[in-house]
């Protein structure tokens, strides 16, 4: 790392992007991998829009830093460490996970099996949970930023017993027996933790929280025998969850395809943007209500690259970084029957060119809707970028 905790310096450079001209700020240039938090709404951008949080690794060692979108000024949150990952086997890369508390300040994120937090302007940290047993998912923080949820699920056994990997985590529990998943509850100041959800046979990386009610979230329910891979072809993915009662919402497909993937909140919270691969072939988009009814859904059926969809800010409108083209970051306008495509930038990533998720562009939007940030790979390293728009 060229740096220590509490340093900063400028590395960023500016640009028009090619398809639209829009101005782009290309956020690092240096270092082996940047990557801002994954596609979930309202979790990477401070609440003022000024500030976008990433993690990044440099010579061998990863810290998070926080960096100012408008002028590219980067500040160091965290010592360097090495001990920062997960065993590859299980996670697909050493690359933590990560969730802002816009308003507060604190950046919740994983670091090996502790969960930990750091203010992003006293630099305070604090250790919210110092060992986690099991697969850990991604953290969220609730809306009124009291406590944060950790999906947890049962560990690879050979992975936990350190021996040799022979089988695949699917092979391990091909009928859901001995699977289950626990939302842990975490108090975002520290103190006790409790489960806030549980269920037998069932797995989950995925919970964001809804950005205006604490006790509402989204939750990926992955089932044997293809769990995140496929689930059980025939239950919908993607559910709400409320933690005061218990109580599960469908929010299924108008395709059939139930497997929807990379769900993530409206700014509002009263609408879930989805899509999934379609049973007649290419992508189905789509956004819901909160209660499971379909507001739009659109069939892409010649569509054939992978991708993410996330919320945008001020536009009735989805954020693709995929389906529809390699290469360009889009919105698809969901205010009418049929869909309206426009190219928001080139993002231009190789995908898949580092291990884990390191190449995924995973965009975000800012609170404001003025910033749209991206992650891509060129050349074997990754960079983080926005367009102001």
């Known amino acids: 790392m060229p740096a220590k905790k509490g340093a900063s310096w400028n590395e960023s450079e500016t640009y ?4 639209t001209l829009r101005p782009c700020r290309r956020l690092t240039t240096l270092g082996e991998i940047n990557q801002s938090p994954n596609y979930h709404t309202n979790i990477g951008f401070t609440a003022d829009s000024e500030y976008l949080v990433f993690w990044t690794k440099r010579e ?6 926080k960096v100012r979108v408008a002028t590219g000024e980067i500040t160091q949150l965290t010592e360097a460490t090495a001990d920062y990952g997960f065993d590859y086997h299980i996670q697909g890369g050493p690359y933590p996970r990560m969730c802002l508390a816009p308003r507060s300040g604190w950046l919740v994120y994983t670091q090996a099996r502790s969960l930990r937090a750091v203010h992003l302007d006293t630099l305070e940290e604090r250790v919210l949970l110092d060992h986690i047993e099991g697969e850990i998912g991604y953290p969220s923080v609730s809306c009124d930023e009291s ?10 056994p050979e992975v936990a017993a350190g021996e040799r990997v022979t089988k695949s985590y699917f092979e391990h529990f091909p009928t859901g027996t001995d699977m289950v998943l626990r939302l842990l509850q975490v108090p975002l100041t520290g103190g006790k933790v409790e489960i806030a959800y549980e269920e037998q046979g069932c797995r989950s990386f995925h919970s964001p929280h809804s950005p205006v009610d604490s006790d509402l979230l989204l939750l990926d329910r992955d089932f044997p025998p293809h769990y995140w891979g496929g689930s059980d072809g025939k239950t919908t993915r993607i559910w709400t969850l409320d933690l005061s009662t218990g109580q599960l919402t469908e929010l299924p497909s108008q395709d059939g395809g139930n497997f929807q993937v990379h769900c993530a909140w409206t700014f509002d919270g009263e609408a879930v943007v989805y899509h999934g691969r379609s049973l007649k072939g290419g992508a189905f988009i789509g956004v819901c209500d909160k209660q499971g009814n379909t507001l739009q859904e659109y069939g892409f059926y010649d569509a054939k690259n992978y991708g993410h969809v996330a919320a945008m800010a001020g536009r009735p409108a989805i954020i693709l970084d995929g389906d529809l083209s390699p290469d360009l970051l889009m919105w698809v306008y969901y205010d009418r029957s049929q869909p309206r495509v426009e190219v928001i930038a080139h993002h231009g990533t190789a995908w898949g060119t580092l291990p884990g998720q390191a190449t995924h562009p995973h965009p975000l939007c800012s609170p404001d809707g003025r910033w749209i940030s991206w992650n891509a790979a ?12």
């Open 16 to 19: 028009r992007d090619r398809w």
């Open 60 to 65: 061998d060692k990863g810290a998070f830093c």
């Open 147 to 156: 406590h944060v949820i950790l999906p947890v699920s049962p560990y690879h």
């Open 378 to 389: 060129q050349r074997g390293r990754s960079d983080m970028f926005v367009v102001q728009v």
